[in-house]
């Protein structure tokens, strides 16, 4: 069982930066392992940000998400990581992370991001 773990979370002021950090709790990414970044808004759908592959790092990214978010792994650190700049209100939503591996998805808890103006 592959169970990610989004963690960074909290509360911000808008135009603030912050950094959300994904890892496999109890275990270690592997080479074909896809992340995704997904948000979930109040009343909102879940929406995806973006994703990277673990092995070669490529990276893509949502067309409404482009410019502001950038997803990046560390392989010596284990971790997926999401930072996101300028942040808005409108930001504001329970950001997860999953995990793409051997055809299956695995979904983390997500970890509250609240922006305040």
């Known amino acids: 069982q592959v169970q990610p773990a989004e963690s960074g979370g909290g509360v911000v002021q808008a135009g603030d930066s912050l950094t959300l950090s994904c890892s496999v709790s109890?275990?270690?990414?592997?080479?074909?392992?896809?992340v995704a970044w997904y948000r979930q808004a109040p009343g909102k759908e879940r929406e995806v940000i973006g994703t990277?592959?673990?092995?070669?790092?490529?990276?893509h990214y949502a067309d409404s998400m482009r410019g502001r978010f950038t997803i990046y792994r560390n392989y010596h650190e284990n971790r997926a990581w999401l930072h996101m700049n300028g942040l808005k209100p409108e930001d504001t939503a329970i950001y997860y992370c999953?995990?793409?591996?051997?055809?299956?998805?695995?979904w983390g808890q997500g970890t509250q991001v609240t922006v305040s103006s």
């Open positions: 990277i592959t673990w092995d070669a790092g490529s990276r």
């Open positions: 999953n995990i793409q591996r051997d055809s299956v998805v695995y």
């Open positions: 109890g275990g270690t990414f592997v080479g074909d392992d896809m």
